[in-house]
């Protein structure tokens, strides 16, 4: 198991830009496939972007496909989503999770095993 906590969420105008970082714990951070996915009020959660174990292959949705970035650093245990021409609609709570048994940048979320606690972002128009 391991812990996840996010960070970078705030309040921005739409065009502006945010960096979330997830910083995990344990040594075999670079053994997981990480994604981010996110969660509006009253919708399901959804995928945003995945990265596999070494950082070579990565995958979006296409909701945020060339706005959104999706990268990690083994090295700090950390993977980021750098989130470029923010819309009002980008509004949610994102989640960082880590997969054990993918070895690929996978969009479900049921084959992601271990969850941060979320960090809120909000788009203003």
């Known amino acids: 198991q391991v812990q996840l906590i996010e960070s970078g969420g705030g309040l921005v105008q739409a065009g502006g830009s945010l960096r979330l970082s997830c910083a995990a714990s344990?040594?075999?951070?670079?053994?997981?496939?990480m994604g981010w996915f996110r969660q509006a009020p009253g919708k399901e959660r959804e995928f945003v972007a995945a990265?596999?174990?070494?950082?070579?292959?990565?995958s979006y949705a296409n909701s945020v496909k060339g706005r959104f970035t999706i990268s990690r650093d083994n090295a700090k245990n950390t993977v980021y989503l750098q989130m470029n021409s923010l819309k009002p609609e980008d509004t949610a709570v994102y989640y960082c999770?880590?997969?054990?048994?993918?070895?690929?940048?996978?969009?479900?979320?049921?084959?992601?095993?271990?969850w941060g606690q979320g960090t809120q972002v909000t788009v203003s128009s």
């Open positions: 344990g040594r075999t951070f670079s053994s997981y496939t």
């Open positions: 999770a880590a997969s054990t048994t993918v070895g690929y940048p996978s969009g479900i979320s049921r084959q992601y095993d271990d």
């Open positions: 990265i596999n174990r070494s950082g070579g292959i990565t």
